[in-house]
Each structure stands twice: as structure tokens, then as C-alpha cells.
């Protein structure tokens, strides 16, 4: 959830801020010369909302809408057909969004929530405080080159461009640009649409160009971080079960989980998610090894029917399944180190029968879900790991490029690798969410241009255009309202 002081200082700052602007405002000695002051700046104030306005980028805006008329033409043209394909195709995705939504509500299946196309993001409850920063810059990003879109198209087609400005609305940062309206009611519907469109459309490219770079990442960082060797630890968190004297630290290189090579971040999570759907994995000892290092212990039942003979007090000892000729259900307590560390991996018996001399499978006997996992990260000594899989997935941060020479960062490819998963995210989020046919949105104008350009010759009267627009859109408000609503019930409420 979100930490209770960090939504103490959010409130508390936005009511010192409101406070002191209306004591200002209503001070008669100084309320000329703060709004004096405000309009200089280009600054206005409102309860959880303040925004910027400058128009020291004007200029750079009219050149980027000059520079060659034929090639934005056709750029924003395009942006235009996507955009209009975009008002249609978010319906449908927030249609089947809302549908998938009802049916998780119905069936109560919370393993499901994951599976959505589209999802209700809350800081501190689906997204991590420590991502927050990412979240932030994303969103900022992908505001400003819709606004630029905006921008850039409105001058190629010869609409007064006012100035840029950014807002901060609570705590989500975002971008604006002011259009003179009489232009822009002025021209016809077509180029109307390239304006309308061309965020949607900006939002798109930005998305797609993301996915690019993070496709390529190991090419364009090939000069000083190699891929291909393992996954390299870049954090572990202090509660993490890998986290101690024999366990993972920042600059390891883990190669193997159990059989399973790793030579990425995504072998490491595909291995981890194999480890936990399949039972344990046994380890081949030798027969005199066994009789050697196993003692006397008490066999008994847990609660879900698994076998524990080990004493509950021992740290090191793990309690082992095996079977021979006479007896397929032997158990013995063993020093887990010692018995498996330079053992191979078994399934049966037979997976051991190699040189000729006698050797045994043995299995740790551990409750369900729990798995014995033997972690490689040469040149230290394996780390034994023992418990839910999960919880090394969650608590262990890896990266899969190493750095050619030291004094090079291990994190900068995260950071470089997390900020385009989140500009392909949130980029394509606000492009769907902006095309949807909903009050207040790009979607609105979109689709009052689309019914302009479409219906003129078949619905004479404006007005019926108008209320067939206006029908649309209260439709598209409600599905949208509606996904909003449930998806945040679904987070936070369950």
C-alpha cells in the first residue's frame, strides 16, 4: 500500500500551497502584485492542480511546423487514419477490457488480473514506490510528445500556436498546448483531424520507438556491457532469503539454477517459473556418502502430508527421500551442503548409475511449494536456497549485461531497459485512452471532426450531428468511466 507519510506530505503540501495562494490573493496589499507575479510566470493555482505556460518555445515549435511541408503533410496524414482506426479499436479493447473485468468480479479468480489488456495502475498497491520515479518520467515524456504533436501539426496547418505549457495535477505530472480557437474552427474538418489525431498518433511512434531501442539494446550497448554469460545481481533487498554471508551479492554472476542455465534475466524468470510448477529435483550421493552423513532422526507427518525428519531447530540440515531395492520410502537427515553441493541433478535411480559406482537419488522431503534450489555463481560456492521460488524472483534484481570494464555501471542498462518498458506502456496507454470517443478527451474532438467530414452530406442539420456526437460520447464516458471504476475496485478492494 501507499506508505501513510508519503500521502501525509502530498495532502499536506497541496493545502499549504492552496492556503497560502488564497491568503495572498485575498490580501489586499499584496494580491496585485502576486497575480502580477503568477501572470509573469505564466503560473495558476488550483485545489491538487498548478500548471506552466511559457511561449519561450514558440519559436522552436514554428520551426519543427515549417520544416518541410510535404513530408509532415503526409506524416500527419497518416497520424490522421491511425487515429481514427484508434477511436474505433480502443472502444473495442475497452469493451472486451470491461468484459474481462465483469468475469473476474464474477468468478472471484485473482490469478486472472495479470491476464487483462488494459489495467488501473495505483502506486504502492500494483506498482512498487521504487518504480515511482520510472512511472513519473514516463508519463511526463510521453505527455510532452503528444502536446508536440499537437503543436506541430496545428502550425502546419496555419492555426496560431499560443505556447507549451506542463501541469501537475495531485501528483501525475502532464503536458498542454494552447491553440487559438477561432483558427482552429475555422478550418475544415479534415485538417481538423490531423490536429485532433496527431497525439494519439505521436503517443504511437514514441511507443513503438521504445520497443525498438529495447530491441536492440544489446547491439547499441555491445562496446561496454556483454550479454549472453548470465544474469548479473544488481540488488538484493535485506529481507530477501538470498541476502547473508552464503548467498547472492551485488556484481555476481548466477549461470545456473538447479539443471537450468541462465544466461539472461529471462532464462533466470523462466527458470524459476519451471522450478515452481515441477516437483523438486533430486541430487545423486553416493550409496556410502548417504550412510555416511545421514543420522538417526524422527519421521513424522506435516499438515499437508509431507514427511519431515529433521529437528525443526536445525539450520542446516534438510530432511531427504530416497528409495532402493527394498524399500521405496527412506528417509534420512542430511547436512544439505555437504550432501548435494557437487552432486548432478537427478529425477530416478537411474539418472545416477553412471561409473559403476552405487549412488542414489536423493529428494528433499520440504512442504508444498517449497523447493531445495541450488543456485550457481562462480567462483563462489553455490548458494542453497530454500523456499518459495517467488520470493527469489521478488527480492533478488538482476540485469542481463555485464560491464566490459569496471568502472562502468551495472545499473545504467536497467535504467535504460526499465524506462522503455514503461514509455511502450504508458505511451500506448495514453494513445488508447486519449482515442476513446469521451468528454474532455482527444477522442471528443476526433470524433466531432470524423462525424463533420463523414456525415455532412448524409445528416444535413448540424444539430442531429451534434446529438448523434453527443449520444457517442456518452456512451464512450460511461464504458470508460466504468472500466476506470471496476479496475480500481479490482486493485484496491480485493
Avoid at 487514419?81 to 473485468?101: E, H
Avoid at 538447479?258 to 524468470?269: K, L, M, P, Y
Avoid at 521460488?389 to 570494464?405: D, E, N
Wanted: net charge neutral; hydrophobic share 45%.
Amino acid at each position: 500500500m501507499i506508505p501513510i507519510p508519503v500521502v501525509v506530505c502530498v495532502l499536506g503540501g497541496w493545502c499549504v500551497i492552496y492556503l497560502a495562494d488564497t491568503l495572498l490573493r485575498s490580501s489586499s496589499s499584496l494580491k496585485a502584485s502576486y497575480e502580477d507575479w503568477l501572470m509573469s510566470y505564466g503560473l495558476s493555482i488550483s485545489p491538487f492542480h498548478m500548471r506552466w505556460q511559457t511561449a519561450l518555445f514558440n519559436r522552436l515549435f514554428y520551426s519543427w511546423g515549417r520544416w518541410k511541408p510535404r513530408f509532415l503533410y503526409l506524416w500527419f496524414s497518416i497520424g490522421m487514419v491511425f487515429g481514427i482506426v484508434a477511436m474505433f479499436g480502443s472502444v473495442v479493447l475497452l469493451g472486451k477490457t470491461l468484459m474481462q473485468t465483469l468475469t473476474l468480479m464474477i468468478t472471484e479468480a485473482p490469478a486472472g488480473q495479470n491476464d487483462r489488456m488494459l489495467q488501473v495502475v495505483v502506486p504502492g498497491v500494483n506498482l512498487p514506490i521504487s518504480q515511482l520515479t520510472y512511472f513519473f518520467t514516463a508519463i511526463l515524456i510521453s505527455g510532452v510528445i503528444h502536446e508536440v504533436g499537437h503543436g506541430v501539426a496545428a502550425i502546419r496547418e496555419q492555426v496560431r500556436f499560443n505556447g507549451f505549457g506542463i501541469f501537475i495535477f495531485i501528483v501525475y505530472p502532464g503536458a498542454f498546448v494552447d491553440l487559438f480557437t477561432t483558427h482552429l474552427q475555422l478550418i475544415s474538418p479534415v485538417q481538423q483531424l490531423r490536429i485532433f489525431c496527431a497525439g494519439v498518433w505521436h503517443n504511437f511512434v514514441l511507443g513503438v520507438a521504445s520497443l525498438i531501442v529495447l530491441f536492440l539494446l544489446p547491439a547499441i550497448l555491445f562496446p561496454f556491457y556483454y550479454t549472453g554469460v548470465g544474469a548479473l545481481v544488481t540488488e538484493v533487498t535485506e529481507d530477501s532469503p538470498a541476502n547473508g554471508p552464503r548467498g547472492l551479492f551485488v556484481g555476481d554472476l548466477v549461470t545456473n539454477l538447479q539443471d537450468c542455465s541462465v544466461r539472461g534475466v529471462e532464462d533466470w524468470n523462466s527458470c524459476l517459473g519451471e522450478i515452481s510448477q515441477k516437483t523438486q529435483i533430486g541430487y545423486c550421493i553416493n550409496a556410502a556418502t548417504l550412510q555416511q552423513l545421514s543420522f538417526p532422526a524422527r519421521v513424522y507427518r506435516r499438515l499437508d502430508g509431507t514427511v519431515e525428519c529433521c529437528s525443526n531447530s536445525s539450520l542446516t540440515d534438510v530432511c531427504f527421500s530416497y528409495s532402493n531395492n527394498l524399500d521405496s520410502h527412506l528417509y534420512a537427515c542430511l547436512p544439505a551442503r555437504k550432501a548435494i553441493e557437487a552432486s548432478q541433478v537427478c529425477r530416478t535411480n537411474m539418472d545416477c548409475q553412471k561409473d559403476f559406482v552405487p549412488s542414489l537419488c536423493v529428494t528433499p522431503s520440504l512442504e508444498n511449494q517449497t523447493r531445495l534450489i541450488r543456485v550457481k555463481h562462480p567462483p563462489h560456492v553455490d548458494m542453497l536456497f530454500v523456499g518459495h521460488p517467488m520470493h527469489l524472483q521478488y527480492t533478488v534484481s538482476l540485469s542481463s549485461f555485464v560491464p566490459r570494464h569496471n568502472f562502468l555501471s551495472i545499473d545504467l542498462p536497467v535504467v535504460i531497459e526499465t524506462m522503455c518498458k514503461y514509455l511502450i506502456s504508458l505511451s500506448g496507454a495514453l494513445a488508447v485512452i486519449n482515442a476513446v470517443p469521451c468528454f474532455a478527451l482527444d477522442g471528443q474532438w476526433i470524433l466531432n471532426s470524423f462525424l463533420e467530414a463523414t456525415l455532412a452530406s448524409l445528416i444535413v442539420e448540424k444539430q442531429n450531428r451534434e446529438l448523434v456526437g453527443f449520444l457517442i460520447l456518452l456512451a464512450g464516458s460511461a464504458l470508460l468511466a466504468a472500466n476506470v471504476a471496476l479496475g480500481l475496485w479490482l486493485v484496491t478492494a480485493r
